[in-house]
């Protein structure tokens, strides 16, 4: 399978990948000609110097080990010794590959959602936790086209392009949003046991955990049926679209904190300062900066991505909006509100 990332970077998969990625990816299904880099299946039996936190380095070359597989990351291919899992491979993997060839590009990977909605652009950087997710859904429900939820490549000319992730539902996502689990899960086995284990998962994070052995049975409860599912757009909004490519209009950076104006006028050096932070802390990118910077391969600093931000965000109107430290329906519904103002 070939695909060309955001028009920008050609990646060749010779392997057989997770049913859920390979369909994030279809997105951005192309013949290529000759790969920027290349990922395959392989034999690994040089692990290198150990580092720790199941990193090692070799010359020309860097490798992770999990559970599930190890990963041999070279300056154009990746080896995969074993059965890659979505998520690691995908977010601790890809990611930071995609990136060194981005950088040099003017590209990078943002923390963020967006969506396409009444002819703008609409890009919400934010820290973990702040409700982006939740955003981009309201967006969606008054019908809006799916840009990103939770990362989105970025360029320094003001283009936005979709990264290979589709709509990421957690527990709390459900909670806020209840209409949407019948969209998710709507009939047979599969929504009897998506049930289940929200119920178990629900169960243990409202047990009080007042004794040895109710927070055993609590931790047990979180970690067993931990709650999320990732589903095209499409599932969970018929009709809805995807926007593969867009220049950016406005951004919002989101904020937990009180005792502001709900949205404020920004700057693109401001919101680049805590977009590239965001970014650098969820992808755990000082880690592997810094791991591939040991075995030679190329690298890039937190200041050549907060400099591609900053060229980003100078093509959008810039805003901060303040949400406060927790929110329910309502008051996400009312942040909302106030962001249409601003955008139509």
């Keep these: 399978m070939d695909c060309d990332i955001g028009d920008v970077v050609k990646v060749r998969f010779g392997v ?41 380095v070799s010359r020309g070359s ?9 990963y041999s990351i070279h300056s154009d291919r990746i080896v995969i010794d074993g059965t890659p899992a979505h998520d690691f491979f995908r977010g601790r993997v890809l ?62 000319d003001g283009a936005i ?11 709390y ?10 969209r ?27 004794n040895a052995l109710s927070r055993i049975i609590k931790r047990n409860l979180i970690s067993r049926y931990y709650f999320e599912c990732r589903l095209p757009p499409a599932d969970l909004f018929p009709g809805a679209k995807v926007q593969r490519m867009g220049k950016v209009t406005h951004a919002f950076l989101l904020l937990r904190r ?3 104006k709900l949205i404020e006028d920004s700057t693109a050096e401001e919101l680049a300062r805590m977009a590239s932070a965001s970014g650098w802390i969820n992808e755990n990118a000082w880690i592997y900066n810094t791991v591939a910077e040991l075995s030679g391969l190329q690298h890039h600093s937190l200041e050549d991505r ?19 430290e927790s929110y329910d329906r309502k008051g996400l519904d009312g942040i909302y509100r106030e962001i249409r103002s601003y955008i139509s």
């Design 16 to 56: 057989d990948m997770p049913r859920i990625l390979r369909e994030e990816l279809s997105i951005w299904k192309k013949d290529i000609g000759n790969p920027d880099l290349t990922v395959e299946s392989g034999k690994i039996p040089e692990l290198g110097i150990p580092l720790g936190e199941g990193f090692y």
């Design 62 to 70: 860097y490798q992770m080990r999990n559970e599930r597989a190890t």
């Design 95 to 156: 990611q930071p590959a995609f990136n060194r060839f981005l950088v040099p590009k003017g590209w990078c990977t943002a923390h963020a959602s967006g969506v396409a909605f009444d002819g703008k652009t609409v890009v919400f950087p934010a820290f973990g936790g702040t409700g982006k997710t939740g955003l981009m859904l309201e967006f969606m429900i008054d019908g809006a086209d799916f840009v990103a939820d939770d990362h989105v490549l970025l360029g320094s």
């Design 161 to 171: 392009a979709v990264y290979p992730r589709w709509i990421h539902l957690l527990e």
């Design 173 to 182: 996502n459900f909670r806020m949003f209840p209409e949407l689990f019948d």
């Design 184 to 210: 998710a899960f709507p009939s047979g086995e599969e929504r009897k046991r998506a049930e289940r284990r929200l119920r178990r998962y629900r169960t243990g994070l409202e047990m009080r955990g007042s």
């Design 258 to 260: 009180e005792g502001r």
């Design 306 to 324: 907060r400099r591609i931000l900053e060229r980003f965000f100078r093509h959008a109107e810039c805003f901060e909006v303040s949400v406060g």
